[in-house]
Each structure stands twice: as C-alpha cells, then as structure tokens.
C-alpha cells in the first residue's frame, strides 16, 4: 500500500476513534487506561500520526469501546439497527462524499415524511 494510502486509513481510523470517544462523553486519558496504552500513543492514534498494532486495535475496540473490530475499523455492526444514536458514530471515517449521500437522502426522506403529513 503506497505511503499516502496508508496516512489516509491512519486518519479515517483516528477520526473514528475520536467519535466514538466523544460520543461517550471519555477523555483520551481514560480510554488509554482501559486499553493500557499511555495517553499521548491515544492521541497519536486519534491524530493519524501512529498506526496501532493489531493487538492494540482489538483493545481499543474490546475495552476502550466496547465494541466489535468491525464496528471500530469499518463503522460496521450486526446489531447497527437497534444501536444507531448518533449518525457522526455512522459516518465517521466515511468518504466525504459517502457522508454528504446520507445527509442528503436523511434530508429527502425527512422533507418526504413532512409533505405527507
């Protein structure tokens, strides 16, 4: 995987974990505790500047999260229907263009709902 490559899934990757940690209202420092990794390898990650080993991913996703690797690597979940909160935890990491297709077809089906009534 080219250089650049590897940098854009390194910062999809961060902005993801930074989502999820601010949709659970966490700092980093207690994300790191229970990963056990230091807060400045947290931010770091969140950063995109490091790239985590797989064993520090499964943590993250395991005991920092609570989640399954999917749902932290791919923002995927076989239980996502039941669990959707926040649409930022839906889309983070997603191509912009990816987000903006969403927002707009959420837009449509709401604007939809509202003629209907």
């Not at 902005?15 to 966490?26: D, P």
Request: charged fraction near 30%; proline fraction near 2%; hydrophobic fraction near 45%.
């Amino acid at each position: 995987m080219a250089k650049g490559a590897v940098r854009a899934v390194q910062h999809r990757l961060g902005a993801r974990m930074r989502v999820l940690r601010e949709g659970r209202n966490l700092t980093q420092e207690q994300v790191a505790d229970l990963v056990g990794i230091s807060q400045k390898y947290l931010s770091e990650l969140e950063r995109g500047e490091k790239a985590p080993s797989w064993q520090t991913l499964v943590a993250i996703a395991h005991k920092g999260f609570d989640i399954k690797l999917a749902a932290l690597l791919f923002g995927v979940d076989e239980d996502v229907g039941a669990d959707i909160t926040d649409i930022g935890e839906v889309l983070a990491g997603r191509p912009k263009e990816v987000r903006y297709d969403v927002l707009r077809a959420v837009d449509l089906i709401l604007r939809a709902g509202d003629a209907s009534k």
